[in-house]
């Protein structure tokens, strides 16, 4: 089905929406958020995370668990709430789930976990944000050689999604892509792959639009390439898509990712990130100079245009080191505290990467132990992300 008839076709369908909705700015303001991480968005038990292939493999229902995370349960975002997060992004791979690759149909059964867990968010006055998160044949092939298909299958995909969620209420939110990007190069694209992420972009805004119901006017979230920022903010490499006639920027976001400074972050070079701690040890030449002048930046770019602005995954991941370990955590408290503070202010909504990892290095994301009935284990970050949201 060619996409102008997909989208004539869900439009006819379309019913009508209440004025209740909020604008992407609203949706955004003064939220902090966190990650579902390593839990819908897992390959199938004994799959390949990096296949392309679409289809239902065996027990792929269970692949909430395939990456070693206990099955989610109501606790769990009961406990999310109660920690002081007011909203949650639910990461999700689709492509293990699907019925008939020709129309991306969903499995039933896994589109009601995924509505399950939203539901529990919501019994919670979480605002929601699902998205397509890790489906490979999508990410990984941002090339003109698929450029068309993969457009008719995200088309398709969206459309059965959209539909299923088109009467939630509007504190749930969609973002169609994650983070494209051609297999292990996270550097700079080149200009094909800057081009169908735009064009990804678009689709899932015509279609999303086109299942009417809520989804006429709720927040969307669109992407820049492999979410790095830098390949939005010049030499207009992000183009933003045009929505349905009438809602003009005002009901979509700009996504990106913040794992900034990654040697601070993400790959544990430095033990030290701001000012006040140059001191203690050898720290980042990232500072809050730096962190506030790109999000400056990011507002005067997007959020000047009336586009709403969310930083679906940040994070620092933990490391110990023998005599500085105490200083060390009191460090990512403070780089907690200041990087929700500074977006706060600018009405950019964050959304903390916890993936249940602890430990020292990299990819040690974890705040809550949800091995342990959600248990907050890293109690130096939390502290820094609520400080710097009461703030």
């Known amino acids: 089905m060619k996409l102008k008839t997909l989208f004539f076709v869900c439009a006819m369908t379309a019913t009508a929406t209440s004025n209740a909705q909020p604008t ?35 027990n792929s229902i ?29 990461p999700v791979r689709w492509q293990c789930h699907i019925t008939n690759p020709m129309a991306m149909s969903i499995d039933k059964a896994w589109l009601q976990r995924v509505k399950t867990i939203v539901d529990w ?9 699902i998205n397509t998160h890790h489906d490979k044949w999508l990410e990984g092939r941002p090339t003109n050689q698929y450029k068309e298909e993969n457009n008719q299958k995200l088309a398709l995909l969206w459309m059965n999604i ?11 939110a969609f973002a169609g892509t994650n983070e494209v990007h051609i297999k292990d190069n996270w550097g700079k694209p ?16 015509d279609v999303v639009r086109a299942t009417g119901g809520n989804n006429a006017k709720r927040h969307l979230i669109v992407q820049t390439y492999v979410c790095n920022p830098d390949f939005g903010l010049y030499n207009g490499d992000f183009i ?3 929505d349905a006639e009438g809602n003009g920027n005002n009901y979509m976001s700009v996504e990106f990712h913040y794992y900034t400074p990654w040697d601070y972050a993400g790959e544990c070079k430095f033990n030290y990130w701001g000012e006040p701690y140059k001191q203690k040890g050898e720290a980042s030449p990232n500072d809050e100079k730096t962190m506030t002048e790109f999000l400056n930046r990011v507002v005067s770019t997007w959020g000047d245009k009336g586009l709403g602005l969310v930083m679906g995954e940040w994070g620092v991941t933990d490391r110990q ?27 950019i ?15 040690k994301f974890g705040i809550f132990d949800r091995h342990a009935g959600m248990r907050v284990k890293n109690t130096w970050v939390l502290k820094g992300i609520m400080e710097g949201k009461s703030e």
Do not use: H
Request: hydrophobic content about 35%; proline content about 3%.
């Open 24 to 58: 992407a700015k609203e949706w955004n303001a003064g939220v902090v958020g966190w990650n579902l991480g390593n839990q819908l968005e897992c390959s199938a038990p004994g799959q390949d995370g990096e296949s392309m292939l679409i289809g239902m493999p065996d």
């Open 62 to 90: 269970k692949a909430e668990t395939a990456w070693g995370n206990p099955i989610v349960t109501k606790k769990t975002m009961k406990a999310v709430k109660e920690a002081g997060f007011n909203a949650v992004r639910i």
């Open 121 to 129: 968010c919501l019994q919670n006055d979480l605002k929601v944000i």
């Open 162 to 172: 959209a539909s299923e969620f088109a009467n939630y209420d509007y504190r749930v």
């Open 190 to 205: 080149e200009a094909e792959n800057l081009a169908v992420q735009n064009s990804y972009n678009q689709t899932f805004i």
């Open 240 to 242: 933003i898509p045009t």
């Open 321 to 347: 080191k023998a005599g500085q370990t105490d200083v060390i955590r009191e460090n990512m408290t403070y780089f907690c505290r200041t990087l929700v503070s500074e977006t706060k202010k600018r009405g």
């Open 349 to 363: 909504s964050t959304f903390v990467w916890d993936n249940n990892a602890f430990g020292s290095g990299q990819e």
